[in-house]
């Protein structure tokens, strides 16, 4: 079958823009400020900084070459590598990161819900009848969202998000230059102004004191360094086989080492500045974020912006209209990664392709935003839809991910061979790889994903898991258990499936080829 021409970036500037929207999301505006709250401030930018020269650059540098190399989807590109067995990890790693993108966006559809109150009742009291509590009990935003989710409005936003998803990448290549474009100058421009209000608030500079003060006592406790590496990933969108894509559809001569410097570089740096903003704002009204990554989206910043003497209206729609960009500009690349997989891999079109995984990834957010309130004592999440959300969590983002980095490197690394990769890499590149690429590759990160691994399972068994390994909701004891197998029949059955279609479409496909030949003869 001959394949439909692949798109091509314009520009570098578009795709750096790309890349670089991509990378930059909810993760590096909420969840860093979350985590690096939570694991010491000052302390957590060490772990974090080793994380990203230790294992960030040089698997940016391995995803980047390899779709280059192959300028075919990532489960292509990972055949490129292994065989079949390559084939399976690159559906593995797409299928986990689409459970991440469900959820992902049903956050965002929170979002759009926060950036609709921002206009007027994020900034007064409700009651929450869903939850039997009555007016003043919470603060404001807290309401708000408690409000918001024990209705079906989210999952309207839900489809909402999912639509803008399918239209920005509806004409490919094309389309999301266009919308980069015009999103990723606006997330830094939101930004900055952020940071300057925040600088300039009446103790604006405390939080910042915190963010610089390192307690080294907490380096000694391994999460936060599980935290760190995890984080590294996540932002800069590895593992996710998201980079591979978006570097499949570059000139051949492009070069991939100083594009895997300048994406990792405006990555963190828009983290490193978010954190400054984030910090600044809360600490001036000494709201403390000890918070969930969730609760910090959904009602500890609206609440530090509610505290403002000015414009809180204004500046809490600049806020939500921020997130609700850069999210975008991060969900839209996993719907063009899996696209483009399915797209090259069996020639069907870009728009039933496209819709296609935008229906199935709207079923699985609308699992996330289900309104039932579980929970009263918003002891835990309160609704159905929310502790889905944390269970799936569990496994596809703390697992899942490192999972798919520790096969990357294991089948780059020792089946291909990472001087194979480096050297293919260096052909193009004005910085030139040595060995320690290689070394880094096979072993330092191999043993380092291992090492958090075997952590977190260790730590789960003792601790019992998120919610106890017997958490039981209604009719469904060890709801946990359910989740873990309905994330391996989806990722690990699914890969498998969709290999194994691969491999009859090639039999049928070298059939023909004979039966012609035939013919012919
Ligand atoms: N890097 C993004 C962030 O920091 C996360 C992300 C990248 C993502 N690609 C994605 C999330 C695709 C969901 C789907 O927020």
């Known amino acids: 079958m001959e394949h439909a021409p692949r798109g091509q970036w314009k520009s570098k500037v578009g795709f750096i823009m790309a890349a670089s929207g991509s990378a930059i999301g909810l993760g590096n505006i909420v969840f860093f400020s979350a985590n690096a709250y939570r694991f ?30 192959a300028r075919r989807g990532f489960p292509e590109a990972m055949y490129g590598v292994a065989g079949i067995k390559g084939e399976w990890v690159g559906w593995f790693c797409l299928l986990n990161a689409a459970v991440i993108t469900m959820y992902y966006i049903t956050i965002l559809g929170g979002v759009l819900g926060m950036w609709i109150g921002a206009f007027g009742s994020l900034w007064q009291g409700h009651a929450v009848p869903a939850f039997g509590l009555a007016e003043g009990t919470l603060s404001n935003s807290m309401s708000y969202f408690f409000n918001m989710i024990s209705r079906y409005d989210t999952i309207a936003y839900v489809v909402i998000v999912w639509f803008l998803n399918g239209l920005i990448v509806w004409w490919g290549t094309k389309s999301i230059e266009k919308s980069v474009k015009v999103f990723v100058p606006l997330m830094w421009i939101f930004m900055i102004v952020l940071i300057v209000r925040g600088l300039t608030l009446p103790h604006g500079t405390n939080g910042l004191m915190l963010l610089f003060t390192p307690d080294f006592e907490v380096m000694k406790n391994p999460v936060v360094w599980q935290g760190a590496f995890s984080q590294i990933f996540f932002t800069l969108s590895l593992g996710f086989g998201i980079m591979a894509t978006y570097a499949s559809y570059l000139p051949k001569d492009s070069d991939q080492t100083s594009n895997a410097f300048t994406i990792s570089f405006l990555n963190c740096s828009f983290e490193y500045i978010a954190g400054l903003a984030i910090f600044s704002l809360l600490f001036c009204f000494a709201v403390v974020p000890n918070a969930s990554t969730l609760s910090m989206t959904f009602f ?14 204004l500046f809490g729609i600049l806020f939500y ?34 819709i296609a995984i935008c229906l199935l990834g709207l079923v699985g957010s609308t699992f996330f935003a289900l309104p039932k309130v579980i929970d009263g004592s918003l002891a835990n999440d309160g609704t159905l839809g929310l502790t889905l959300l944390d269970l799936f969590d569990h496994w596809a983002f703390s697992y899942g991910l490192l999972l798919c980095g520790l096969l990357e490197c294991i089948f780059v690394g020792w089946i291909l061979g990472a001087d194979k990769l480096r050297e293919s890499i260096n052909t193009t590149s004005r910085i030139q790889l040595n060995r320690s690429f290689d070394v880094l590759i096979r072993f330092v990160i191999p043993a380092v994903i291992l090492t958090i691994l075997g952590f977190s399972v260790w ?18 004891p060890n709801l946990h258990i359910v989740v873990l197998a309905v994330w391996i029949i989806f990722t690990a059955c699914g890969a498998m499936l969709l290999t194994a279609a691969g491999v009859y479409q090639r039999k049928r496909k070298r059939e023909r080829g004979s039966l012609l030949d035939g013919v012919e003869g």
């Not at 940016?60 to 190399?69: K, P």
């Not at 975008?328 to 039933?352: C, H, M, N, Q, Y």
Request: aromatic letters at 10%.
């Open 40 to 69: 010491g401030a000052g302390a957590f930018y060490i772990p974090y900084l080793i994380a990203l020269f230790v294992m960030g650059v040089p698997v940016m540098m391995l995803e980047l070459g390899l779709g280059h190399r």
């Open 459 to 476: 730590s789960e068994v003792n601790s019992g898991g998120p919610y106890g390994w017997n958490f039981e909701f209604g009719a469904h």
């Open 321 to 354: 209209t921020l997130l609700l960009t850069a999210g975008l500009t991060s969900s839209v690349s996993l719907v063009e990664a899996l696209g483009a997989g399915v797209i090259d891999k069996f020639g069907v079109g870009r728009r039933p392709t496209v």
């Open 300 to 313: 500890v910043i609206p609440e530090g912006l509610g505290a403002f003497p000015v414009g809180a209206q």
